[in-house]
DNA sequence: CCTTTAACGCAACTAAGTTGCATTAAATTT
DNA sequence: AAATTTAATGCAACTTAGTTGCGTTAAAGG
């Protein structure tokens, strides 16, 4: 059902995103909003946001989940089989626009596919 | 320094993964044998295992770290960027062999490459 | 303004994984 | 075959991400 009421938690989280596609964990997006929201709030608003199509999700690294805007996937495909990447200089992560082909196989029938890089973004090149 | 004196704990979580190709987290480890070591020693075995090359290790979907016994990659080039499939259907955790083309692109250097694939395997399809 | 109930904060909880420390048991030496 | 050494083990206590129940707050609509 998603969400149901802009209340000042929410727009705090959404727009702590900003515009870019940078993922955040709960703890990032606590520490930007000087932890004004409590964590089980931010989680639940994030559930409701990823329900509604507004983010998504993935598992970074250390069994910590990330979240991001998404951007492309507006419309009605929420295809998030894209690529996400972790800069080891600037320790960001960020959503990649990058199409990924499923590896075909004769014995595996690919359904969906993570795929988390690690390299050096753009900027830190 | 790894490994250093063949207890038998050491064999019993070693040969837990069998000849097979499959991914193991601790919990299923300690199922297997019947809770019969320590929690804490098998996460301490399976350190020194991946130390000496003869298991690898990723994170899975829900914040569990795999496991898996190193086939391929025996000798000097210890590349565990091969590709981890999860079968939706008997749930199994599969290390594949094929090979991935990692996706080039002007704006990253991509290093690295974590692949979690998921879809139906040989055996349920 | 009043009512409804989604959203919130808090405390308590779960589960994966880690750490310190005393004890046990491989491996090596006598 | 002892005695010695110290890697490995078990336990309890801890850390951190994430969840749940419940009483309270506040957004939205009439
Ligand atoms: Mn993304
Ligand atoms: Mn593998
Ligand atoms: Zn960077
Ligand atoms: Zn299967």
Redesign the interface.
């Known amino acids: 059902m998603g969400i149901q009421r802009k209340t000042k938690s929410l727009q705090a989280v959404y727009e702590a995103f900003g515009d870019s596609n940078e993922a955040l964990s709960v703890k990032m997006i606590r520490d930007r909003l000087g932890e004004s929201v409590n964590k089980t709030t931010v989680y639940r608003l994030l559930d409701r946001l990823e329900e509604d199509g507004m983010v998504h999700s993935f598992?970074g690294?250390?069994?910590?989940?990330f979240y991001a805007r998404c951007h492309a996937c507006k419309g009605v495909s929420h295809d998030h089989n894209h690529?996400h990447?972790n800069c080891?200089s600037c320790d960001k992560v960020l959503c990649?626009e990058?199409e990924?082909?499923?590896?075909l196989?004769g014995?595996?029938?690919?359904?969906?596919?993570?795929?988390?890089?690690?390299?050096?973004?753009?900027e830190c090149?």
């Open positions: 598992s690294e250390d069994s910590v989940t690529p990447f080891v990649m990058e990924v082909v499923l590896p196989s014995k595996f029938k690919v359904t969906e596919a993570r795929i988390f890089l690690k390299g050096i973004c753009a090149a």
